[in-house]
């Protein structure tokens, strides 16, 4: 299948991944980018997306092949120009480390990072004071899958959060999608992704 696939993982659980889709889908609908989220989680499903699953409620041995079939229904369905599959937890976090079953299985050709910028342990485990992994070390761990970051959204209540001077940093386009339009992402879809 030659629709591409864009994987929205975040470098923990409850940071954002799912409204980041509805940013992202949004943007591209107001850019003429005919646009389908596959849904992995009950709320997803609830708001009533059209493809996708339920991750938690699938034994592993048939993630991959609910995945695909979510995919392969999507194509054929509603034929997307573009699809974002929304991450679970992520690919490092104790409770329920997910991810590269979207990487891989998923074939993405590329991921969109989501990252809770004043969050020092991942959620649930602050008392044991397990680190959140860094943007750039999440970006590496990726990069072992041979799939590409190619943009990075940040979780933060500061509205003053300067998103350019880590976008500087990352050479990526970062934004706060609360605060910030996702322009910048939609650009780099069209030109590294849809081209």
Request: glycine share 8%; net charge negative.
């Amino acid at each position: 299948m030659k629709t591409p696939r864009i994987a929205v993982l975040g470098t923990d659980c409850a940071l954002g991944k799912r409204t980041t889709c509805q940013f992202l889908l949004q943007a591209c609908h107001e850019s003429n980018i005919k646009a389908e989220l596959i849904y992995t989680g009950q709320t997803g499903f609830l708001q009533g997306f059209k493809h996708g699953f339920l991750l938690d409620a699938t034994l592993n041995d048939f993630v991959t092949g609910e995945l695909e079939k979510a995919i392969m229904e999507c194509d054929a369905i509603s034929r997307p120009e573009i699809m974002l599959i929304e991450g679970q937890s992520s690919l490092r976090n104790p409770s329920g480390p997910c991810g590269s079953e979207l990487i891989l299985a998923g074939d993405v050709n590329g991921v969109i990072l989501v990252h809770a910028i004043d969050r020092d342990y991942f959620e649930g485990f602050e008392e044991l004071k397990l680190p959140l992994p860094t943007i750039e070390e999440e970006i590496k761990l990726i990069a072992s899958y041979g799939k590409k970051t190619i943009a990075v959204c940040i979780n933060s209540d500061n509205k003053d959060f300067d998103t350019q001077t880590v976008a500087d940093q990352l050479n990526l386009p970062v934004v706060n999608p609360i605060f910030e339009k996702v322009t910048p992402i939609i650009e780099v879809i069209k030109e590294t992704i849809l081209q």
